[in-house]
């Protein structure tokens, strides 16, 4: 599922009380809220889907798997999920 097929879920949804372009910029508007909550080292927690946090990742060795040479691979963040457990079981449903 894309943004534009959430949009349509949204319009399905709600009727015609929703335009698709209004649609479209309310998720737009959702993600981006929840990059700029991140980027600010913020946590987002969606009940009963779960939590996202950013985790600093060290520098560390590694190996280019064409070559076969030691490479060092940078710090950096990474955005992590951790899954509600209602989220949990009701895909294992």
Do not use: C, W, Y
């Not at 969606?46 to 691979?73: D, H, L, Y």
């Not at 710090?75 to 989220?87: F, I, P």
Request: proline share 1%.
């Amino acid at each position: 599922m894309n943004k534009d097929q959430f949009a349509e879920r949204l319009i399905q949804e709600h009727g015609m009380n929703l335009r698709k372009g209004e649609a479209k910029k309310l998720v737009a508007e959702i993600f981006a809220a929840l990059v700029d909550e991140l980027m600010a080292g913020n946590a987002v927690s969606i009940s009963g889907f779960g939590k996202f946090s950013v985790k600093q990742m060290k520098e560390r060795n590694g190996v280019n798997p064409s070559t076969g040479a030691s490479i060092v691979i940078a710090a950096k963040k990474v955005v992590k999920l951790s899954v509600a457990k209602a989220l949990k079981e009701a895909v294992n449903q």
